[in-house]
């Protein structure tokens, strides 16, 4: 299935249960939240749900809560610019009649997700018809129970919720999801008809995309700029501008997907912090190491780039 313009494509059940209900509570104003990994398409599926609402010819505003609290605030509450006078309108205003979504909400400062959830109770006394959707990579009931998160807040975008799978959950949706980005370089670079060869469609199916979208887009676009010819093939990939190290496919007995010492430990590390929510010296009891193992590892995966541990508190 593919939805045009918001790269939402596959067959996988789980992501068609997903959109079937996006396509439900599109025509409601319930709040939403949606919850998966990043670069999974969490805010492709706010966008779906806005333009599959009435509110469509409206405004669709996203606010990245992940930023400072300052300018969070001044998003959402509208300010008034130093050097010319004029107030500029916050982002609930804006959208009024259309839909907000607040992006990784887990990121807000304490005291504005409190002020947040006033606010968002108040909008009818101001005349502000707004539909409200949240974004979050985070288990969020476990940051509730660890007093991390505002409960009234949860409960306020939790009336439903949408859980993204993750791209190397995904199979045979990989290749239908490879060759829609390589259609859509083609178009938008005028590079005529390219395609993608057997052989190469596998390989990517392999790689455990951590990054999800994102990353598969990304490389998918890199290594087509460097290509000679119109077939993205195994030599293609592999003499790609970004070199990346494909996870074997293979199962053993016990049913786990083989891979690197390296990523295994970064996943077991991630796991750990997720159960504890975040609970660094609970995770470091769980996974039997140091405080100081733990934070160094947690620094060497964020000099890496890996996102989770850059935005961990």
Request: proline letters at 1%.
């Amino acid at each position: 299935m593919l939805t045009q313009g918001f790269n939402l494509v596959g067959n996988h059940p789980k992501f068609n249960s997903a959109l079937e209900m996006a396509r439900n509570v599109a025509v409601t104003k319930t709040p939403i939240l949606i919850s998966g990994e990043t670069g999974s398409g969490k805010k492709a599926i706010g966008s779906y749900i806005h333009q599959n609402s009435a509110r469509k010819n409206a405004r669709l505003e996203v606010v990245d809560c992940s930023t400072d609290t300052a300018t969070v605030e001044k998003i959402v509450l509208g300010y008034r610019c130093d050097e010319t006078g004029r107030f500029n309108r916050g982002v609930l205003e804006v959208a009024n009649g259309g839909t907000v979504i607040f992006a990784n909400i887990d990121a807000l400062d304490d005291i504005f997700q409190k002020r947040l959830y006033t606010i968002l109770q108040e909008l009818p006394d101001y005349e502000l018809d707004v539909r409200v959707l949240a974004t979050t990579s985070k288990n969020l009931s476990k940051l509730v129970a660890a007093g991390k998160f505002s409960r009234a807040l949860y409960t306020y975008f939790n009336g439903a919720q949408i859980d993204m799978i993750s791209l190397r959950e995904r199979g045979t949706d990989v290749e239908l999801i490879a060759r829609h980005f390589i259609n859509e370089y083609a178009s938008e670079t005028s590079a005529g008809e390219l395609s993608l060869c057997a052989e190469a469609a596998r390989k990517l199916s392999d790689y455990n995309w951590n990054q999800n979208l994102v990353e598969l887009r990304s490389f998918i676009r890199k290594t087509l700029s460097n290509m000679e010819g119109s077939t993205l093939d195994l030599a293609a990939i592999e003499n790609g501008e970004r070199k990346v190290e494909f996870s074997s496919s293979e199962i053993d007995e016990d049913g786990f997907k083989l891979m690197s010492l390296k990523e295994a430990e970064k996943l077991l590390i991630k796991k750990a912090l997720v159960f504890t929510s975040e609970n660094r010296t609970q995770a470091a009891k769980i996974l039997g190491v140091s405080i100081r193992t733990l934070r160094n590892k947690i620094n060497e995966y964020r000099g890496d780039g890996a996102t989770y541990f850059i935005n961990l508190r």
